[in-house]
């Protein structure tokens, strides 16, 4: 088979790397990639939401699958775009149609199918410029600290945590009437704080059938103990401690099978990967958030740690018979710490060359933010690179991504180095 893998993150290389262990594959392509894609298959170059010239990449090289790594073709669609399509149609895509990609792509949308499907989840009211007013005095019956999420998507930045109410009030108007976060913030979801440590389960779904996939937890702040501002994530653990068989048999209940029915029951042909942020509240889940994506550190420690044909799962989704496929995942533990450049989240310079990962051992490197240039290997992003680890414990693990960190620079490179501190 030929597959066309859709992103350039260190998401799709895990995806690209696990692709290539299965016998079924013939030839990978991933657009736009990056330096590490680029290594283990053909990068080609254009938009992931240019339907048509992923249209043209899919005929020109008799593509079989299209594996969507990223949220916005999703959500704008192009999963129906094939189906609408003659010469495409037939072509799987590992992927919800732009209904089921609401689930991420309106905060409003998804909150509602939690209310309507009974799946626990925090309370919530939608507010847009026109009842600004009742937005004010929604957040003046909740206790700090004041949740406010960006309706659309808004690349991972559009959720503000908010200690002062007076400061949540000002964001407010900053969202829905000044577009902070652009159209994703016309209208904003503003919900009560659940309390808890969270994590992510990840569910591959084919619409009918599902499989559970590892349970991991990320890091997104930027700071040492979990401090300053939100990030794309800067490292993960997988699997989570305290999700032992009895909460995980709970998220299942709770959880995942009420949003599979649902979506059954809504007429939802849903086929891909749901990603469940959770809430761990003394021992019951509560549901953050969906995404419809693999997340992005975890990915980097869900994949490795599946034993499995990804391919035979992602036939099984498309074939809608993904409960006769074998699905086995090992128990060691997978770490990653995310290499970041200086000054990211804010201000940062691209262009920086990247020395030493060549000689990393008994690790995996996941490119994200790379690009080759001059025959070099170059920075092209806030988040540079993942190094992956397995180990029979969370420190072992850490201590061999950390030691091959060691190993590696570029101009300004910046990690934390208290990754899982919270679950050692």
């Known amino acids: 088979m030929n597959i066309l893998i859709l992103g350039s993150g260190g998401r799709e290389h895990a995806f690209a790397l696990k692709l290539l262990e299965s016998k079924k594959i013939n030839q990978l392509f991933v657009a736009p990639g990056n330096a590490g894609t680029d290594k283990i298959a053909k990068n080609i170059n254009i938009n992931p939401t240019d339907f048509v010239a992923v249209k043209n990449i899919v005929l020109e090289n008799d593509i079989n699958m299209v594996v969507v790594g990223t949220e916005a073709p999703l959500v704008n669609g192009i999963h129906d775009f094939f189906l609408a399509d003659n010469d495409l149609k037939n072509?799987?895509?590992?992927?919800?149609?732009?209904?089921?990609?609401?689930?991420?792509?309106?905060?409003?949308?998804s909150k509602q199918f939690m209310q309507k499907h009974n799946i626990p989840t925090a309370r919530y009211q939608s507010f847009t410029k026109d009842n600004l007013e009742e937005g004010y005095q929604f957040l003046e019956t909740l206790k700090p600290p004041y949740v406010l999420k960006a309706?659309?998507?808004?690349?991972?930045?559009?959720?503000?945590?908010?200690?002062?109410?007076?400061e949540a009030k000002t964001e407010l108007t900053e969202m829905v009437s000044n577009q902070k976060f652009g159209e994703a913030s016309s209208t904003v979801v503003i919900e009560e704080f659940l309390k808890g440590i969270e994590l992510s389960v990840f569910v591959l779904t084919d619409g009918k059938n599902y499989k559970i996939l590892p349970s991991a937890k990320d890091y997104k702040r930027i700071g040492e103990g979990d401090t300053g501002l939100n990030t794309g994530g800067m490292g993960a653990i997988s699997p989570v401690p305290f999700a032992n068989e009895e909460f995980l048999n709970k998220v299942e209940e709770l959880v995942v099978k009420p949003t599979i029915k649902g979506l059954q029951n809504d007429g939802i042909d849903y086929r891909g990967f749901i990603f469940i942020g959770l809430m761990n509240d003394n021992g019951n889940p509560s549901v953050v958030e969906y995404n419809v994506r693999m997340g992005d550190p975890e990915t980097e420690v869900v994949l490795p740690r599946?034993?499995?044909?990804?391919?035979?799962?992602?036939?099984?989704?498309?074939?809608?018979?993904?409960?006769e496929k074998s699905f086995s995942v090992t128990n060691k533990t997978a770490t990653t710490v995310m290499l970041v450049?200086?000054?990211?989240?804010?201000?940062?310079q691209k262009g920086k060359e990247i020395l030493g990962f060549n000689n990393v051992s008994d690790s995996i490197i996941f490119h994200a933010g790379t690009i080759i240039k001059e025959g070099k290997v170059i920075t092209n992003g806030g988040r540079v690179m993942a190094v992956t680890s397995f180990g029979n414990t969370i420190e072992e693990a850490l201590a061999k991504s950390y030691n091959n960190i060691s190993k590696i620079h570029f101009d300004k490179m910046d990690f934390r180095t208290d990754i899982g501190f919270d679950l050692v």
Not at 151 to 166: F, M, Q, Y
Not at 306 to 317: A, H, K, P, R, T
């Open 91 to 109: 072509i799987s895509v590992i992927g919800p149609k732009k209904d089921g990609a609401l689930l991420e792509g309106s905060k409003d949308f």
């Open 151 to 166: 309706d659309g998507l808004a690349a991972g930045k559009g959720v503000l945590i908010l200690d002062n109410l007076e």
């Open 306 to 323: 599946i034993e499995s044909d990804l391919l035979e799962l992602f036939e099984g989704v498309a074939n809608q018979n993904l409960n």
């Open 341 to 348: 450049s200086g000054g990211y989240p804010e201000t940062y």
